[in-house]
């Protein structure tokens, strides 16, 4: 159908290695806290997924332990993309609902994803070639699986209760996080200084995981409204 150009798979040519260190160490103390409160949404997600993870494909709840290990992996390869001149690095939610969809989760197939994921980074045709691939295909593909995802999200609210306490948090946290999202960059994130424009602007998902933490934080334990007889 003339949807696919692949005039571009040879672009960049045949290997592209990581350069070590590409940037020049600088301590800047806004990148710092920047980047921290940027690793603190990404563990934040990492929980999430871990979570959902275990529920959907071995349907049980998630031990501490593993939790812990999310973390650490987390943690240990953010430290070495760095080294490489990339931001910390996160789990992906799209794993959640592609478990939800297959049940599988044995660590071959885990590991075999995981060298192809290497394989294009490594070999430019092979990421020009998936990068060809037209947006309908795409969308097509993925449609169920992010639906998945909205599916896992909501059995892990249910499951925490859906008391006035826990409601309120996920409606506002929702709220503001889809408001900042329809909002732009010019209306929103001029009034504030630019540290916080670097983490949140075009970020919802800091928004959220900032506005839930402090509702977390600041709601009183028992806000069940007793009936008056």
């Known amino acids: 159908m003339g949807k696919v150009d692949l005039s571009v798979i040879f672009n960049g040519g045949l290997i592209a290695?990581?350069?070590?260190?590409?940037?020049?160490?600088?301590?800047?103390?806004?990148?710092?806290?920047?980047?921290?409160?940027?690793?603190?949404v990404s563990a934040t997600e990492t929980i999430g997924d871990?979570?959902?993870?275990?529920?959907s494909g071995l349907n049980r709840e998630v031990t501490e332990e593993e939790i812990s290990d999310s973390l650490a992996c987390d943690g240990f390869c953010s430290s070495i993309s760095s080294?490489?001149?990339?931001?910390?690095i996160t789990s992906f939610s799209q794993n959640v609902g592609l478990i939800n969809i297959t049940k599988v989760v044995n660590r071959f197939t885990i590991a075999t994803g995981a060298i192809c994921m290497i394989l294009v980074g490594l070999l430019p045709p092979i990421g020009n070639f998936f990068s060809s691939l037209p947006e309908s295909v795409l969308g097509g593909g993925t449609i169920m699986m992010f639906g998945t995802i909205l599916t896992s999200g909501i059995e892990m609210i249910a499951k925490a209760g859906f008391n006035q306490r826990n409601v309120t948090i996920v409606a506002l946290s929702l709220a503001v996080g889809i408001g900042f999202t329809s909002g732009t960059e010019a209306d929103i994130w001029h009034i504030f200084p630019k540290i916080i424009q670097d983490v949140f602007a075009g970020n919802c998902v800091a928004v959220v995981f900032v506005v839930s933490i402090i509702l977390s934080l600041v709601?009183?334990?028992d806000m069940n409204i007793k009936k008056i007889k």
């Open 219 to 221: 709601l009183p334990k």
């Open 50 to 55: 871990t979570s959902a993870l275990v529920n």
């Open 17 to 40: 290695l990581s350069h070590l260190l590409p940037f020049k160490m600088k301590f800047d103390l806004g990148a710092i806290i920047a980047v921290v409160v940027i690793f603190l």
């Open 83 to 88: 080294l490489f001149g990339c931001p910390p």
